[in-house]
């Protein structure tokens, strides 16, 4: 396998204005030799031919390796782009289990809000007849059938209203 | 007091302590609008993200036919990758909601529980006398039965607790017998076995699972596939064993693969994370590339502007050093005037350094000096041996110091005055010549700096958004920690009954869009 420090030290040691030819040729040849072994650094690698592209002079002997080493970069990114996407893809399956783990309890959770809310609006209900049988009990008189009646109505609905709580 | 006002009493007396054990759930509003703003900034990067692809596979200036093609296909493939992502989000997002819906009406029904507490009394009281009390009692025993049910079986507590293992990446530590373990104070104690290498083995993992499933679903007749798609995942590899067409060895080791990938007990939050840093290198290598071709593309009009830039810097460079000269003349001059000797002849050792470094930067003003100099002969005295003493740190100890500074004393005012015109004159001939230079560069300069200006635009805001991307991706994850150590600090608050905390999760959802609308920052 290549070592990639010693391959990133050439690679720093290159100047674009003094480096010849063949320093720039054999770096290149150097590169590219490691990208067929040295799979996992695929990023290292990456940092080093792009290094390499920055320093390469403008010289028309050298425009063969400007293409190699163009097509290796496009190589190197489209292998990148696969093997993050292909990561992402490996660890949807546990992510997506514990998504619908997660659901379950927020299906839970709201199910505990929706029947608190039940509670709140059972209550509501059961204030607003509470007042209005107070209004009556105000009005009332020992003797006055017709309000007790009305009340008696008003407690039952009262009474029902328990039942809003074991729906 | 009659057994049926006691009874009614303590029926209220009971749902008010229920109602009142209700009110000590934190009040999460705020951990759940953060964790919003969170997730909003963080599905930006992931659509950054793909922006980035997109922009890539339209670039066919940078790359092949072929190329575009190939980052067109994984454009697909991120979008449709990248979706449990989003769901994870949106789930987080839901999450907290819910929580807070939960948390919100629990505090409502606290407060109409005790405004209807007083309602139901004065209700009681007001009907004394009438035959109903046994309506009043079935009201507080519907509420008494319901609060109880959530009390005991929904609270908030338990919700927290086991989306604490979801999201957090946490595990119950359990004795032998399966039942949770509790510390000292009694409380839960929790584990985090999500490490360093839980990627890398959850991925291989997955891929051994998935290496195994693919052909087996494929063989799958419709009225198979159908039946299976109703199953929990791990109904799923014991239904296909059972249809022969999983075996007893593929079983085992999907099973144990699965067993590898529970064990880490990663959560929502760790998966997310693992995602972002994926999308951090997506971005690295893409807007890379995109950089160095779009720089090589425009290396003509880069090269050029850069070089004629460095040959004016030092056309530039040496018409200072020979402005510096032509200064310390006078100044020589003032000096030996004012009869200051000393300072005269350290002065002279300076331009003779002055000239030294012309020297460097001119080899056709050495040579041209010395000839002059050389047929100037005695009357420019011992300088043609000044000039050709080396004064590099190397070469001239101090011996060889003092014996220049001898020879520099020996020359005398009109041999040094000749001397320095002969000098004079080259250099001010060269001057010219690098003067004129220097116009025309300049000209040169001004004439490309548009197209070398555009280039450069295009160049940053390559560079630009590549460092906006990976630095909100950065803050992503920072932010993701955050949240599940407010999820952790909720926890806490729930079993110590103390208000919830959120500050770092706001400052990080802060830095998230700071680097999103860096303007309103």
């Known amino acids: ?167 | 007091m009659s057994k049926v006002k006691q009874s009614r009493l303590m029926t209220i007396v009971l749902i008010v302590s229920i109602f009142f054990t209700a009110c000590s759930v934190p009040d999460i509003s705020k951990f759940t609008d953060l964790s919003s703003e969170m997730t909003r900034g963080i599905r930006k990067g992931v659509k950054d993200t793909e922006n980035l692809l997109k922009a890539a596979s339209e670039r066919d200036d940078l790359y092949s036919a072929e190329t575009i093609e190939k980052i067109q296909t994984q454009l697909k493939n991120y979008q449709k990758a990248v979706k449990p992502t989003v769901a994870a989000l949106d789930g987080l997002d839901a999450y907290l909601e819910a929580l807070n819906a939960l948390s919100q009406a629990n505090k409502k029904s606290g407060e109409n529980a005790s405004a209807a507490v007083t309602s139901v009394a004065n209700l009681v009281n007001a009907v004394t006398g009438f035959t109903v009390a046994g309506s009043t009692i079935n009201i507080a025993t519907g509420l008494l039965t319901l609060a109880e049910e959530f009390r005991t079986a929904r609270d908030f507590k338990k919700r927290v607790t086991l989306a604490a293992e979801i999201v957090e990446g946490i595990r119950l530590e359990r004795d032998e017998t399966g039942k949770p373990l509790k510390d000292e104070n009694g409380q839960l104690i929790f584990l985090r076995t999500c490490t360093d290498d839980a990627s890398d083995q959850i991925i291989e993992a997955s891929k051994r699972i998935r290496s195994i499933a693919e052909p087996v679903l494929k063989s799958l007749n419709k009225e198979q596939s159908k039946a299976l798609k109703t199953l929990q995942p791990e109904k799923k590899w014991e239904r296909l064993r059972s249809w022969g067409v999983l075996s007893d060895s593929d079983f085992k080791t999907i099973t144990d693969k699965m067993i590898v990938i529970d064990n880490y007990s990663c959560g929502v939050i760790d998966f997310i994370k693992f995602n972002v840093q994926d999308l951090k290198q997506i971005n690295e290598a893409v807007s890379q590339v995109m950089y160095t071709s779009a720089r090589e593309k425009n290396r003509v009009v880069l090269g050029f502007y850069e070089s004629i830039l460095a040959n004016d810097r030092r056309v530039q460079n040496e018409l200072e050093r020979i402005l510096n000269f032509k200064a310390l003349i006078s100044i020589i001059n003032q000096y030996v005037n004012d009869g200051a000797k000393e300072r005269a002849l350290k002065t002279k050792l300076t331009l003779k350094n002055t000239l030294d470094s012309i020297f460097i930067l001119d080899s056709e003003i050495e040579t041209a000096v010395m000839d002059r100099i050389r047929m100037c002969a005695a009357d420019c005295g011992e300088m043609l041996r000044v000039l050709q003493t080396s004064t590099d740190r190397s070469s001239c100890d101090e011996e060889c110091r003092r014996a220049l500074e001898e020879t520099l004393g020996r020359i005398t005012r009109p041999q040094f005055d000749r001397s320095v015109s002969l000098i004079e004159a080259i250099l001010d001939n060269r001057a010219k010549t690098l003067f004129e230079q220097n116009q025309r560069y300049l000209a040169d300069l001004a004439r490309i700096k548009p197209s070398y200006d555009s280039v450069n635009v295009e160049l940053n805001a390559i560079k630009s958004k590549q460092n906006q991307l990976d630095v909100l991706l950065d803050s992503s994850l920072t932010a993701l920690d955050a949240w599940a150590e407010t999820h952790a600090n909720l926890r806490i608050a729930v079993n110590t009954k103390k208000p919830l905390t959120a500050s770092k999760l706001a400052s990080k959802v802060r830095e998230i869009w700071g680097i999103i609308n860096p303007e309103t920052d």
């Open chain 1, 1 to 167: 396998m290549t070592d990639l420090n010693e391959l990133a030290q050439e690679v720093a040691s290159l100047s674009m204005t003094e480096g010849n030819d063949f320093e720039f040729m054999d770096a290149l040849d150097h590169i590219e030799e490691a990208g067929k072994t040295t799979d996992a650094e695929i990023g290292n690698l990456r940092n080093i031919l792009n290094s390499f592209r920055l320093k390469l002079p403008n010289r028309e002997t050298l425009n063969p390796d400007r293409v190699r080493a163009k097509d290796l970069a496009e190589t190197l990114m489209l292998a990148t782009l696969i093997q993050r996407i292909d990561r992402i893809n490996a660890r949807n399956d546990a992510l997506t289990r514990l998504s619908n783990a997660l659901q379950t309890q927020i299906d839970k959770a709201n199910n505990d809000a929706n029947r608190l809310n039940q509670i709140k609006e059972a209550v509501d209900e059961a204030t607003k007849t509470v007042s209005e049988v107070k209004a009556l009990v105000a009005e009332l008189t020992a003797t006055d059938v017709t309000i007790k009646n009305k009340l008696n109505a008003l407690i039952e609905i009262l009474a029902d209203v328990s039942t809003i709580f074991s729906a």
